[in-house]
């Protein structure tokens, strides 16, 4: 009846999809809902043919004619489940998580943001520094003291003086500066051989409800330059702005789905609040890439 319709466990978790592709038969029929022709979603889905689209919108008015109905929600419809989704609307649980704004330990952040903080006071240059120091709590000043030249991504990222050295050296953290091309970077290898970690009483105190840091940094010219105590950015009380977050998303997105896709995606989510469905940016999220 359904000769290109196919359901796989191993593919798209089992959805209904179009000749064992990784193409759901729901983003189809969403892309004509919000008036995409046949042209249009063949252009977008090369692999796709008109005999496709068209059994996927026979595929889905024959699953009305027969009223089909996804399982009950046993978590919504049963009174004793009621704390789990009384205050859906209401109480964002998303906002009370932290969002980290480098792909380094959490436990690293703080020192991170304390030599960034003196980078931008000061306007030095990495080559100016001669000798460089870490006050932070215990946990933070033994991440990575295993391995004091790391050798491989997971090694960089839970290393607390090579996040500091990458950042001074770089300029930024983010995914390319905790690859293997970077590790190797004379600038970093140099700013790892001058830099000291020491254990300060007050921060270890403060862990884990809090994480601080500070940073002593000596400049060839004689000048010593301290932070003020530093916090990691992104906890609910001092969130990540907006424009941070986006900035990391796209950092992140853009050379796995491309640009024109990726911003899909972000104006799919800005439309949210005045959408009347989320299927759109689940069918967008979950379409397979071309």
Request: hydrophobic share 45%; charged share 25%; glycine share 6%.
């Amino acid at each position: 009846m359904f000769d290109r319709i196919t359901v796989d466990p191993r593919i798209m978790g089992g959805r209904a999809c179009i000749r064992g592709m990784r193409i759901p038969v729901t983003v189809i029929v969403s892309q004509i809902a919000h008036g995409a022709t046949f042209e249009e979603i063949l252009q977008g889905y090369p692999d796709l043919e008109r005999a496709d689209i068209q059994q996927a919108l026979e595929y889905a008015a024959w699953l009305a004619r027969e009223d089909f109905t996804g399982a009950p929600a046993v978590t919504i419809e049963h009174d004793e489940q009621r704390a789990l989704w009384s205050d859906l609307g209401t109480r964002w649980r998303i906002r009370e998580q932290y969002f980290k704004a480098y792909p380094v330990c959490r436990w690293a952040q703080p020192a991170v943001e304390a030599v960034l903080d003196l980078q931008r006071m000061h306007r030095f240059q990495v080559d100016d520094i001669e000798e460089i120091a870490i006050d932070s709590f215990r946990e933070a000043i033994a991440l990575g003291s295993g391995r004091t030249i790391p050798t491989t991504t997971e090694d960089a990222q839970y290393s607390l003086p090579y996040a500091v050295a990458a950042v001074l050296a770089f300029e930024r953290i983010g995914a390319q500066e905790v690859e293997a091309a970077a590790l190797a970077d004379p600038r970093v290898r140099r700013l790892l051989a001058c830099m000291t970690l020491r254990e300060d009483a007050e921060f270890s105190a403060c862990f884990p409800a809090e994480r601080w840091a500070r940073a002593t940094l000596r400049l060839n010219d004689g000048r010593l330059l301290r932070s003020e105590p530093s916090r990691a950015r992104g906890n609910p009380e001092n969130p990540l702005a907006d424009g941070t977050l986006r900035a990391k998303y796209f950092d992140l997105a853009t050379p796995v789905l491309g640009e024109a896709r990726a911003m899909r995606i972000v104006r799919l989510v800005e439309a949210l609040p005045h959408a009347g469905s989320v299927t759109p940016l689940l069918d967008e999220l979950l379409r397979a890439s071309v």
